[in-house]
């Protein structure tokens, strides 16, 4: 008898996962482009609800409305955590934080006014869209561009530190050079127009005065050109490595990772049966 129960619960576990996470059948299709319709107009509700003039006249709807889709996306958040095996990871992916970023602002905004506004962050979701049309070749490149992004981090983060290092040391020579009257009043504050130069963004909010200074900010601005490179290239390289494997954009049902060969017949990262 326990074990009929048990196979009974794990059949409609199963169907569950395959309406919830996989799009191949009419259900699962179905399940999807309801659920990036309600995303579109949860996130069309809160835009609307931020003009002063439409939330004057429908507030109360608006946030009837807010409120039914957050307990909606709730219960479907609770769902998914069901029926993967390894609800855990799942809740610490990409999609199973954005699932949750999905919901939380409405929660907080009872105790924090505003912060539902944050809950426009649930667009993210519509990246579901790429299965429900089968765009099954974008997955697969997003997923080669996630594996370079990951594959470049260690380069990334001692490129970001070798500029910071460099802003802060510009950031102390235009301060000590132009000094409070021409506007860097401090070094922190010099510190922010270097990156504002650096970076090629040029606020113009600040600018130099003396011919030190600008001799200074000519040669920063020239050094930026050549920086905004170096990450790019550090990405491209990773790409190129990344692209060469081919993987499949079928979601493991146990930890609903992706990114598995083409050819595979178990998950490579928990040894789920695909």
């Known amino acids: 008898m326990n074990s009929v129960s048990k196979n009974s619960n794990r059949s409609r576990r199963q169907i569950l996962f395959e309406v919830i996470f996989e ?18 107009i949860s996130v069309l509700v809160v835009m609307l609800d931020s003009v002063s003039s439409i939330r004057e006249k429908h507030h109360e709807f608006l946030y009837a ?21 390894k609800p855990v990871r ?29 809950s426009v962050v649930r667009i ?29 981090r260690r ?3 001692v490129f970001l530190f070798a500029v910071l290092t460099l802003v802060v040391i510009i950031g ?16 922190p504050q010099s510190i922010y127009w270097a990156i504002v130069t650096l970076t090629t963004v040029g606020y113009g909010d600040i600018s130099p005065v003396t011919g030190l200074g600008q001799f200074l900010a000519a040669i920063v601005m020239i050094m930026g050109y050549s920086i905004i490179a170096i990450p790019t290239g550090i990405v491209t390289v990773e790409l190129s490595q990344a692209g060469r494997e081919k993987t499949s954009a079928q979601a493991c049902p146990n930890c609903s990772a992706e990114g598995h060969d083409d050819n595979a017949l178990y998950c490579k ?5 695909l």
């Open 155 to 157: 380069k990334i983060l």
């Open 269 to 273: 990262f928990c040894g789920t049966k």
């Open 90 to 118: 799942y809740a610490v992916s990409f999609f199973g934080i954005i699932d949750l970023l999905a919901i939380l602002p409405t929660y907080m905004s009872l105790f924090f006014l505003g912060s539902r506004y944050l």
């Open 172 to 187: 102390s020579l235009m301060y000590v050079i132009e000094k409070a009257e021409n506007g860097f009043t401090s070094i």
């Open 23 to 40: 799009s191949d059948t009419p259900a699962g299709r179905l399940f999807d482009i309801a659920l990036i319709i309600c995303i579109l």
């Open 65 to 85: 409305l807010e409120w039914t889709f957050t307990v909606l996306f709730t219960v479907e958040y609770i769902l998914r955590l069901i029926c993967v095996g």
């Open 124 to 152: 993210l979701r519509v990246l579901r869209i790429f299965r429900v049309l089968k765009l099954g070749h974008h997955v697969k490149e997003a997923a080669v561009l996630k594996n370079a992004i990951y594959a470049s």
